[in-house]
């Protein structure tokens, strides 16, 4: 058996023969043994005195140098400037020098050589402890951690800490026997020689590699003789190969190993050869190093923006569960976008849907372990993160441009009880001018919690309600969970007796309605995959319309939930439900608080479909609004998956009114912006337990900044809609409110570039600053776009807020006052009633002046405040159309400005022209930065009255000039 090397994450050196595009020839066949039957439990392949022996004689020959010829076969790549690669493997302080010493001794001692970060588990189960004796029946290392301060992150089974249990140097892995020219790249016959410990493995692959575009990257690894379960979303199809691609792929053929280098640099972005590749039935495992340890996406999981590598796992399978760390949670997102050395980044995007396990270890390195379906993964070349996000979503699909109420302020709670108090709420946010567009109601709205249905007792006047949002231009929004009841009787509730009838809920094993008990009781679970399901969910949808005629959707417990495990009748008693392996999902079951995993869907049984399900129901309720309605459709989901932003926005379930959830919103937020979800916020003021008023104003503030903004809170709580505070805070909340408002047109904007390019929304500063290393752990502070800086308070008892200013010059929003920083973290002073906000030089923002719907604010003239750069130059853009019709961007129903200023001269720049465009005026324009003070202003060549403070802002008023037109304004 070849030695199977552990390889640093640059510096890749083979046992045998590496492939590279240039070297490989057009057409190879490698002759193969026959396959080896016997399992690997009872063997030690390599533990032979003449093992030891090499051994020894290895270690001897790196005592006298003689590693240093063997560098002709080594990868050349700029290891040395790598802080992260592991470090060699040095001699034990007594090599042993007698011919007999055991096998058993020799191999233990190359163990021991292996370092302790790039130790890769070999029993990852959890809930066992792993003796000696279990890891070396799978032909692994058992080496206790060391005594040193690592070891008490160390353990001696599944979990987080340094395994005592991983991989040696030899432990057998597939190996490359051909490879032939595709018209897209390269396929390849992968073939393992002995089982692994693991039942159901595949002994021959094929992998296919796909140079798709020239930063795109794909790669298949399937079983030629069995289709596997795949992924039902629509992903691009390459027609021709990458002509000149950023990246150069490397092939070793025994073990099979897989790199990737980005071409400019050299930088090692993915290299499987550092543990084996496992591929059974129910089963796969493959590793990779990481050019560095700053990695981010992977959700959805509660945690820092930035991931802990330091023996950190995190696992997939859509759960309902209160936000919490180290838990599965309520979507599934297999993509991560990581930094390398000099500002670069890439990502990395693993198309698979069954459970599974990301373990992070600080070599660094990652290993993915699927229960099932097949590898398809992704390579994205960047260069900078925002261009790995763009196509990122390239793949996946483009968010969906949100109508315009979606960029307003939402409020709900569970627990209004009534419709009249429901309205009530309404009219006090109208008496205290707050500003609120839409309003939602929670499960209390059912007769029983039925789906479709209206308590006529206590929201008999909800038609009503509705009907005077309408006529204030506000929106309805209400609750729908996809537990139907199974219990009403028969011919008394449509939706389930058709559903029923046209077989639209997901079956048992034995082909049998599968119930499970959800709010309404005993519950059936639509069958989303398939497309009977969706024109009956159409049906119902348009039945209740009638009745009540609500705006949007909120579909929730769609992981699906369930308050049983699995069924009232239980779960068959097999691999499926009890799988060789099982991620660390929370429970320890795959039917934990859901349906079973052998129940059966139209497409595939739910062992595969599970987290595909919230993306399902999703893509089922956006397409019924749209025939409902006739307007962009407003979904807002719990559980999600990838291209989920076609279709829903998500918020970030059920937090808690406390201090910590208030932080960690924000790396929500931010993860779902990268996750090509953009319309994403958190229950403003928090969800559970009693709101504090100051936390609840804090929380307004940061709010007013979330993509999407929805005040709600549970049953039993205190009310926490801003009416409720003194009127201090209640001041504070709507001033923070009415900032959101004023900023509409940025916003819009910044979802208009998000839909058409795939842009972040709200932003990390490392996007915008990536070759700041200051930059790539803040999640305290985050950018609208890649100018407007909000800097959040976040602690109780201040007045005062800390934040990290990129190098560069800063404008307070508010004032104009500069700021000018070295890249330095600087205290600003922040009262209960402000939210620090600072724009970056070189940025034109168009703003309107706010009002209490977004119907009115966003007709009203413009004001464009420009941030000047020390050249006197800026830049900014306009996106507008109807606010609401479908497609606007497609069919060309839109305008689009420009806006610039360089040489003391402001121009706009009309690039696309509509009507909607000729209804908006811009009726002034500040200027911030302007150095001196100007003895005139002109506009469009007519002199013009201006007003210059000491903080050198320039303000022009009283302009009347038209949207649609270009026109100039300049001083001098």
């Given at each position: 058996?070849?030695?199977?090397?552990?390889?640093?994450?640059?510096?890749v050196q083979?046992?045998?023969?590496?492939?590279?595009?240039?070297?490989?020839?057009?057409?190879?066949?490698?002759?193969?043994?026959?396959?080896?039957?016997?399992?690997?439990?009872?063997?030690?392949?390599s533990?032979?005195?003449?093992?030891g022996?090499?051994v020894?004689?290895?270690?001897?020959?790196?005592?006298?140098?003689g590693?240093l010829l063997?560098?002709?076969?080594w990868?050349?790549?700029?290891?040395?400037?790598?802080?992260?690669r592991?470090l060699?493997?040095?001699?034990a302080?007594?090599?042993?020098?007698?011919?007999?010493?055991?096998?058993?001794?020799?191999?233990?001692?190359?163990?021991?050589?292996?370092?302790?970060?790039?130790?890769?588990?070999?029993y990852?189960?959890?809930?066992?402890?792993?003796?000696?004796?279990?890891?070396?029946?799978?032909?692994?290392?058992?080496v206790?951690?060391?005594?040193?301060?690592?070891?008490?992150?160390?353990?001696?089974?599944?979990?987080?800490?340094?395994?005592?249990?991983?991989?040696?140097?030899?432990?057998?892995?597939?190996?490359?026997?051909?490879?032939?020219?595709?018209?897209?790249?390269?396929?390849?016959?992968?073939v393992?020689e002995?089982?692994?410990?693991?039942?159901?493995?595949?002994?021959t692959?094929?992998?296919e590699?796909?140079?798709?575009?020239?930063t795109?990257?794909?790669?298949?690894?399937t079983?030629?003789?069995?289709?596997?379960?795949?992924?039902?979303?629509?992903?691009?199809?390459?027609?021709?190969?990458?002509?000149?691609?950023?990246?150069?792929?490397?092939?070793?053929?025994?073990p099979?190993?897989l790199?990737?280098?980005?071409?400019?640099?050299?930088?090692?972005?993915?290299?499987?050869?550092?543990?084996?590749?496992?591929?059974?039935?129910?089963f796969?495992q493959?590793s990779?190093?990481?050019p560095?340890?700053?990695?981010?996406?992977?959700?959805?999981?509660r945690s820092?923006?930035?991931?802990?590598?330091?023996?950190?796992?995190l696992?997939?399978?859509?759960?309902d569960?209160?936000p919490?760390?180290?838990?599965?949670?309520?979507?599934?997102?297999?993509?991560?976008?990581?930094?390398?050395?000099?500002?670069?980044?890439?990502?990395?995007?693993?198309?698979?849907?069954?459970?599974m396990?990301?373990?992070?270890?600080?070599?660094?390195?990652l290993?993915?372990?699927?229960?099932?379906?097949?590898?398809?993964?992704y390579?994205?070349?960047?260069?900078?993160?925002?261009?790995?996000?763009?196509?990122?979503?390239?793949?996946?699909?483009?968010p969906?441009?949100?109508?315009?109420?979606a960029?307003?302020?939402?409020?709900?709670?569970?627990?209004?009880?009534?419709?009249?108090?429901?309205?009530?709420?309404?009219?006090?946010?109208?008496?205290?001018?707050?500003?609120?567009?839409?309003?939602?109601?929670?499960?209390?709205y059912?007769?029983?919690y039925?789906?479709?249905?209206?308590?006529?007792?206590?929201?008999?006047?909800?038609?009503?309600?509705v009907?005077?949002?309408h006529?204030h231009?506000?929106?309805?929004v209400?609750i729908?969970?996809?537990?139907?009841s199974?219990?009403?009787?028969?011919g008394?509730?449509?939706?389930?007796?058709e559903?029923?009838?046209?077989g639209?809920?997901?079956k048992?094993?034995?082909?049998?309605?599968?119930?499970?008990?959800?709010?309404?009781?005993?519950?059936?679970?639509?069958?989303?995959?398939d497309?009977?399901?969706?024109?009956?969910?159409?049906?119902?949808?348009?039945?209740?319309?009638?009745?009540v005629?609500?705006?949007?959707?909120?579909?929730?417990?769609?992981?699906?939930?369930?308050?049983?495990?699995?069924?009232?009748?239980?779960?068959?008693?097999?691999?499926?439900e009890?799988?060789?392996y099982?991620?660390?999902?929370?429970?320890?079951?795959?039917?934990?608080?859901?349906?079973?995993?052998?129940?059966?869907?139209?497409?595939?049984?739910?062992?595969?479909?599970?987290?595909?399900?919230g993306?399902?129901e999703?893509?089922a309720?956006?397409?019924?609004?749209?025939?409902?309605?006739?307007?962009?459709?407003f979904?807002?989901?719990?559980?999600?998956?990838p291209?989920?932003g076609?279709?829903?926005?998500?918020?970030?379930?059920d937090?808690?009114?406390?201090?910590?959830?208030?932080?960690?919103?924000?790396?929500?937020?931010l993860?779902?912006?990268?996750?090509?979800?953009?319309?994403?916020?958190?229950?403003?003021?928090?969800?559970s337990?009693?709101?504090?008023?100051?936390l609840?104003?804090?929380?307004?503030?940061?709010?007013?900044?979330?993509?999407?903004?929805?005040?709600?809170?549970?049953?039993?709580?205190?009310?926490?809609d801003?009416t409720?505070?003194?009127?201090?805070?209640?001041?504070?909340?709507?001033?923070?409110?009415l900032?959101?408002?004023?900023?509409?047109?940025?916003?819009?904007?910044?979802?208009?570039?998000?839909?058409?390019?795939?842009?972040?929304?709200?932003?990390?500063?490392?996007?915008?600053?990536?070759?700041?290393?200051?930059?790539?752990?803040?999640d305290?502070?985050?950018?609208?776009?890649?100018?407007?800086?909000?800097?959040?308070?976040?602690?109780?008892g201040?007045?005062?807020?800390?934040g990290?200013f990129?190098?560069?010059?800063?404008?307070?929003?508010?004032?104009?006052?500069?700021?000018?920083?070295?890249?330095?973290?600087?205290?600003?002073?922040?009262?209960?009633?402000?939210?620090?906000?600072?724009?970056?030089?070189?940025t034109?923002?168009?703003?309107q002046?706010?009002?209490?719907?977004?119907?009115?604010?966003?007709?009203?003239?413009l004001h464009?405040?420009?941030?000047?750069?020390?050249?006197?130059?800026?830049?900014?853009?306009?996106?507008?159309?109807?606010?609401?019709?479908?497609?606007?961007?497609?069919s060309?129903?839109?305008?689009?400005?420009?806006?610039?200023?360089t040489?003391m001269?402001?121009?706009?720049?009309?690039l696309?022209?509509d009507?909607?465009?000729?209804?908006?005026?811009?009726?002034?324009?500040?200027?911030?930065?302007?150095?001196?003070?100007?003895?005139?202003?002109?506009?469009?060549?007519?002199?013009?009255?201006?007003?210059?403070?000491?903080?050198?802002?320039?303000t022009?008023?009283?302009?009347?000039?038209?949207?649609?037109?270009?026109?100039?304004?300049?001083?001098?």
């Open positions: 058996m070849v030695s199977y090397q552990l390889l640093n994450p640059e510096d083979f046992s045998r023969a590496v492939l590279t595009e240039e070297q490989r020839p057009v057409q190879e066949e490698i002759p193969v043994q026959d396959p080896e039957e016997a399992s690997l439990l009872p063997r030690f392949a533990c032979s005195v003449t093992k022996l090499l020894i004689g290895c270690l001897l020959l790196l005592l006298c140098g590693w063997c560098t002709m076969f990868l050349h790549g700029p290891s040395n400037r790598d802080p992260h592991p060699p493997p040095t001699p302080q007594k090599p042993p020098t007698a011919v007999n010493d055991t096998a058993a001794a020799s191999r233990r001692e190359a163990c021991g050589l292996i370092p302790e970060a790039w130790r890769f588990d070999c990852p189960e959890r809930g066992v402890v792993v003796t000696r004796e279990m890891c070396e029946a799978r032909n692994c290392c058992f206790p951690a060391s005594s040193s301060a690592s070891s008490s992150a160390s353990r001696p089974s599944g979990g987080n800490g340094i395994p005592w249990c991983f991989y040696p140097p030899d432990f057998p892995s597939y190996s490359l026997v051909s490879m032939n020219d595709t018209s897209l790249g390269q396929k390849g016959t992968l393992r002995r089982k692994t410990y693991y039942p159901g493995d595949i002994l692959l094929e992998v590699i796909r140079h798709e575009t020239d795109r990257l794909r790669v298949r690894i079983d030629p003789s069995d289709a596997r379960f795949e992924v039902p979303i629509s992903v691009p199809t390459a027609s021709k190969k990458a002509a000149s691609p950023d990246y150069v792929v490397e092939l070793s053929k025994e099979f190993g790199i990737v280098k980005r071409r400019s640099t050299g930088a090692v972005l993915l290299n499987t050869t550092v543990a084996p590749l496992f591929y059974a039935d129910q796969l493959f990779t190093s990481l560095s340890q700053f990695i981010y996406g992977l959700g959805e999981h820092s923006f930035l991931h802990d590598v330091h023996w950190n796992t696992t997939m399978w859509a759960r569960v209160p919490t760390e180290q838990t599965n949670l309520y979507g599934a997102h297999p993509f991560y976008l990581a930094m390398e050395d000099g500002g670069n980044a890439h990502g990395f995007f693993l198309l698979n849907s069954n459970a396990d990301v373990a992070l270890q600080p070599a660094p390195a290993t993915w372990r699927s229960i099932g379906g097949i590898l398809d993964f390579v994205f070349l960047g260069p900078d993160p925002g261009s790995v996000i763009e196509q990122y979503v390239e793949v996946i699909g483009f969906a441009m949100p109508i315009y109420w960029l307003g302020y939402h409020l709900c709670r569970w627990g209004y009880k009534t419709s009249d108090s429901t309205w009530e709420v309404v009219k006090q946010m109208r008496n205290y001018g707050m500003p609120q567009d839409v309003q939602w109601n929670d499960i209390d059912m007769d029983q039925l789906d479709f249905t209206l308590d006529s007792t206590n929201f008999g006047t909800l038609p009503d309600l009907k005077d949002l006529a231009d506000q929106r309805y209400m729908l969970d996809p537990g139907i199974s219990t009403q009787p028969e008394s509730y449509w939706p389930f007796d559903g029923l009838k046209r639209v809920f997901i048992d094993a034995e082909g049998k309605t599968l119930i499970g008990k959800v709010w309404p009781g005993l519950t059936a679970y639509p069958d989303f995959s497309n009977v399901t969706h024109e009956w969910w159409y049906e119902n949808l348009q039945r209740f319309h009638d009745q005629p609500f705006d949007g959707l909120w579909i929730d417990m769609n992981e699906p939930s369930n308050f049983l495990d699995g069924s009232t009748n239980g779960c068959p008693s097999n691999s499926l009890n799988p060789p099982t991620p660390g999902v929370l429970g320890g079951l795959l039917r934990g608080k859901t349906i079973c995993a052998t129940a059966q869907q139209k497409q595939s049984i739910h062992y595969n479909m599970h987290s595909l399900y993306l399902m999703a893509k309720s956006a397409s019924a609004l749209k025939r409902i309605v006739s307007k962009r459709p979904v807002i989901s719990r559980s999600t998956f291209s989920q076609m279709y829903s926005g998500h918020w970030l379930g937090n808690r009114s406390q201090w910590k959830d208030l932080y960690s919103s924000i790396s929500g937020m993860t779902f912006n990268l996750l090509g979800i953009p319309l994403v916020g958190a229950d403003i003021c928090g969800f337990e009693e709101p504090q008023e100051e609840c104003v804090r929380w307004t503030q940061l709010g007013a900044f979330y993509p999407f903004t929805r005040n709600h809170n549970s049953i039993g709580m205190q009310p926490q801003p409720v505070f003194s009127p201090l805070s209640r001041t504070a909340m709507k001033q923070a409110l900032l959101r408002y004023s900023l509409f047109p940025v916003l819009y904007t910044l979802f208009h570039h998000a839909h058409a390019h795939g842009h972040t929304v709200a932003r990390p500063l490392m996007f915008e600053f990536p070759k700041d290393l200051g930059t790539y752990g803040i305290k502070q985050f950018l609208w776009g890649k100018s407007l800086l909000v800097t959040p308070v976040l602690d109780p201040v007045d005062y807020v800390d990290y990129p190098q560069g010059q800063w404008y307070d929003y508010y004032t104009g006052d500069s700021l000018r920083s070295k890249g330095e973290e600087v205290r600003l002073q922040a009262p209960l009633d402000k939210i620090n906000l600072h724009i970056r030089e070189g034109i923002l168009p703003t002046a706010a009002n209490l719907t977004l119907w009115v604010s966003s007709g009203q003239p464009l405040v420009s941030a000047l750069s020390d050249d006197g130059s800026a830049a900014g853009d306009l996106f507008w159309d109807d606010g609401e019709s479908i497609d606007t961007f497609e060309d129903s839109y305008s689009f400005l420009l806006f610039s200023v040489q001269v402001m121009t706009s720049q009309v696309h022209s009507i909607e465009a000729t209804y908006i005026t811009v009726e002034s324009a500040s200027f911030y930065g302007v150095k001196e003070k100007p003895s005139r202003v002109m506009v469009n060549s007519q002199e013009a009255t201006f007003t210059y403070r000491a903080n050198q802002v320039l022009v008023s009283d302009l009347g000039l038209n949207l649609s037109q270009n026109f100039t304004i300049s001083w001098m």
